[in-house]
């Protein structure tokens, strides 16, 4: 995967997650994104990643 890749779907996980929308289908994250259901659907398991980091990091900023 690509860095600039993994760079926008990070930026759209985090976009989803500040509207306070932590379950989405992978077609919601390809419309906030501009990458396509297939490219998420292959890279899923960096998705999967990327989504539980970003509400980790969430977590603990709100906690500060």
């Known amino acids: 995967m690509k860095s600039e890749l993994a760079f ?3 930026q759209g996980i985090q976009l989803l997650h500040l509207d306070g929308n ?3 289908t992978n077609a919601v994250l ?3 994104t501009g ?3 297939s490219t998420i ?3 899923r398991d960096i998705v999967k990643i990327l989504d539980i980091a970003l509400y980790l990091v969430e ?3 709100e906690r500060q």
Request: contains cysteine.
């Open 59 to 61: 977590d603990t900023d």
């Open 35 to 37: 990458v396509s259901t």
């Open 41 to 43: 659907k292959r890279n």
């Open 22 to 24: 932590h379950y989405y």
């Open 30 to 32: 390809a419309n906030c």
């Open 8 to 10: 926008k779907l990070a």
